[in-house]
């Protein structure tokens, strides 16, 4: 009876093992620096060295000078994350449409003053460098 006990444990503990998720993680998401909150988009500043932004725009706000400067139409999602502050998130940026603006979000219709002329579309938003997917065997 030991025997017939601790062979289904051990069936059991392989069954259960072989069955079992795996997680990985993947860190392919791009810091991304708010510069500034206008009133129909969030002005970020990509900390990657991949140039896909404005090369040299100048916050006429403040005076500086920054590079690799897009413009995100959804101020809404980034509001939510951020409560207004001036964080860095990690985003993933759509690759195939840069030209997008927001619907899910009421838009502002005042002119903002000299924003970046790349526009992007974020697929991903986190607060988090790198994100767990889970992967069966």
Excluded at 12 to 38: G, M, P, Q
Excluded at 91 to 109: A, F, G, P, R, T
């Amino acid at each position: 009876m030991k025997k017939v006990i601790l062979s289904v444990i051990i069936i059991a503990a392989v069954a259960n093992f072989t069955s079992c998720k795996k997680e990985s993680i993947d860190c392919s998401l791009v810091s991304a620096k708010i510069i500034r909150y206008d009133c129909d988009r969030v002005i970020f500043k990509l900390l990657n060295t991949e140039n896909t932004g404005d090369p040299d725009w100048l916050d006429v706000q403040t005076g500086a000078r920054y590079n690799n400067v897009v413009s995100y139409y959804n101020i809404c999602a980034i509001a939510s994350l951020t409560n207004g502050s001036m964080d860095t998130l990690y985003v993933q940026i759509k690759k195939d449409n840069l030209e997008y603006h927001s619907l899910e979000c009421i838009q502002c219709k005042a002119i903002s003053t000299n924003p970046p002329q790349t526009k992007v579309d974020f697929t991903e938003i986190s607060k988090s460098p790198c994100t767990t997917q889970s992967k069966g065997r």
